[in-house]
């Protein structure tokens, strides 16, 4: 009896264990697929592909002219222009020291006013510039009022000399009539180059800015010019030594004579900038200035070479152009501008131009 139910037992062990493997097997077989899923999970990207690309370019143009105004046109159109710079320039040093913005003078002599004009050109120094204004005075200004002098002390003398100690021009005169000189800023009239920051300057003072001798040595400065018989001024003599436009030597001014003095120290130079503009450009700060330029008196030719680059972000931000138009101004005073005259002389410039447009990926 014992022995049937241990075989009863070991025939339903034998049937469960078959039934377990059966079933891992059935298992087994149902997750072997599982084994090729990804352990992480990425997705898609729908961003379409790049076709094009961002390309700058940097274009250099040379322009070349004797003209303050130049129009260049280019070749075709740039488009989506970023930056616009100079980065050479020559520079010829033509302009005058008395051209049509400070060739007039205006003296007042009682109720009338006399207005003449100086004779544009460089003046190397201001010795033949006040020689010029001397003799303008006394021919349109004494001979009027006063007529003809003799070359006598008597005679009526009114004259512009420097004091090479102070750097200033003296005005003095044996007239004893009220004397002024307009030298307002809405004038015409070279006030900085005289060193004058007045608008009025009024002969009244009968206290002499120096004495005789120094005074004599003045005007010898002054005559010594012509008194060889050589050109002054790309004049002949005899332009200036017909004239009594000069109180003899020896002269005694401390008795009969007033003065007045200039303001600043004259400024032959003038320390002259130049200021390139472009017309219908506009950088990031509103201006529209290429660059400024310090024009070297010493030397006939500026050079300009850029050392170090730097790029001014412009107002437009997708600036098209087919041409430039560049302006040259003389910057001799503040808040004062004037066309720079290159009088027949030639400059050149380089331009750096940058543009930034999208290209096809090829």
Same mark, same amino acid.
């Given at each position: 009896?014992?022995?049937?139910?241990?075989?009863?037992?070991?025939?339903?062990?034998? @049937?469960?264990?078959?039934?377990?493997?059966?079933?891992?097997?059935?298992?087994?077989?149902? /997750?072997?697929?599982?084994?090729?899923?990804?352990?992480? $999970?990425?997705? =898609?990207? *729908?961003?379409?592909? +790049?076709?094009?690309?961002? =390309?700058?370019?940097?274009?250099?143009?040379?322009?070349?002219?004797?003209?303050?105004?130049k129009?260049?046109?280019?070749?075709?159109?740039?488009?989506?222009?970023?930056? $616009?710079?100079?980065?050479?320039? $020559?520079?010829?040093?033509? %302009?005058?020291? $008395?051209?049509?913005?400070?060739?007039?003078?205006?003296?007042?002599?009682?109720?009338?006013?006399?207005?003449?004009?100086? /004779?544009?050109?460089?003046?190397?120094?201001?010795? *033949?510039?006040?020689?010029?204004?001397?003799?303008?005075?006394?021919?349109?200004v004494?001979i009027?009022?006063?007529? &003809?002098?003799?070359?006598? &002390?008597?005679?009526?003398?009114?004259?512009? =000399?420097? *004091? #090479?100690?102070?750097?200033?021009?003296? !005005?003095l005169?044996?007239? #004893? *009539?009220?004397?002024s !000189?307009?030298?307002?800023?809405?004038?015409?009239?070279?006030?900085?180059?005289?060193?004058?920051? &007045?608008?009025?300057?009024?002969? %009244?003072?009968?206290?002499?800015?120096?004495? %005789?001798?120094?005074?004599?040595?003045?005007?010898?400065?002054?005559?010594?010019?012509?008194?060889?018989?050589?050109? =002054?001024?790309n004049?002949?003599?005899?332009?200036?030594?017909?004239?009594?436009? !000069?109180?003899?030597v020896? /002269?005694?001014?401390?008795?009969?004579?007033? !003065?007045?003095?200039?303001? +600043?120290? @004259?400024? @032959?130079?003038q320390?002259?900038?130049?200021?390139?503009?472009?017309?219908?450009?506009?950088?990031w700060?509103? /201006?529209?200035?290429?660059?400024?330029?310090?024009?070297d008196?010493?030397?006939? &030719?500026?050079?300009?070479?850029?050392?170090?680059?730097?790029?001014?972000?412009?107002?437009?931000?997708?600036?098209?152009?087919?041409?430039?138009?560049?302006?040259?101004?003389?910057?001799?005073?503040?808040?004062?501008?004037?066309y720079?005259?290159?009088?027949?002389?030639n400059?050149s410039?380089?331009?750096?131009?940058?543009?930034?447009?999208?290209?096809?990926?090829?």
């Amino acid at each position: 009896m014992i022995t049937n139910i241990l075989i009863i037992v070991c025939i339903i062990l034998l @049937v469960a264990i078959l039934f377990s493997k059966k079933q891992s097997n059935l298992l087994h077989a149902a /997750t072997e697929h599982l084994k090729n899923i990804p352990k992480t $999970i990425k997705l =898609v990207n *729908d961003t379409p592909v +790049e076709t094009t690309r961002d =390309v700058t370019k940097k274009h250099y143009i040379t322009i070349n002219g004797n003209e303050n105004v130049k129009i260049h046109e280019f070749n075709k159109t740039l488009k989506n222009i970023k930056h $616009i710079e100079l980065i050479s320039a $020559i520079i010829p040093k033509s %302009n005058y020291r $008395i051209d049509d913005s400070n060739d007039e003078f205006f003296v007042n002599i009682n109720s009338n006013t006399y207005n003449f004009g100086i /004779t544009n050109g460089v003046y190397t120094n201001i010795t *033949d510039l006040l020689l010029e204004i001397n003799r303008q005075i006394y021919s349109e200004v004494i001979i009027d009022e006063y007529g &003809v002098n003799s070359g006598g &002390v008597t005679d009526k003398y009114l004259n512009l =000399v420097m *004091d #090479n100690m102070s750097k200033k021009i003296i !005005f003095l005169t044996n007239i #004893n *009539d009220t004397i002024s !000189f307009n030298f307002s800023r809405q004038l015409k009239v070279p006030r900085r180059l005289l060193g004058i920051e &007045v608008n009025v300057i009024n002969i %009244n003072s009968p206290s002499s800015p120096n004495v %005789n001798d120094y005074l004599d040595t003045c005007y010898y400065y002054i005559t010594s010019q012509w008194a060889d018989g050589s050109p =002054v001024n790309n004049l002949p003599d005899t332009y200036y030594n017909a004239l009594h436009a !000069f109180p003899p030597v020896g /002269t005694i001014y401390s008795t009969g004579w007033n !003065f007045a003095q200039g303001t +600043e120290r @004259v400024n @032959v130079s003038q320390e002259l900038y130049m200021d390139i503009e472009l017309d219908n450009i506009s950088y990031w700060d509103g /201006t529209n200035i290429l660059s400024k330029l310090y024009i070297d008196e010493t030397s006939s &030719v500026t050079n300009y070479n850029r050392n170090y680059p730097s790029y001014r972000s412009l107002n437009e931000t997708n600036l098209k152009l087919d041409k430039l138009i560049l302006r040259f101004f003389s910057i001799i005073e503040e808040d004062k501008k004037q066309y720079y005259q290159f009088n027949g002389l030639n400059y050149s410039i380089q331009l750096e131009i940058i543009t930034k447009n999208k290209e096809l990926i090829i």
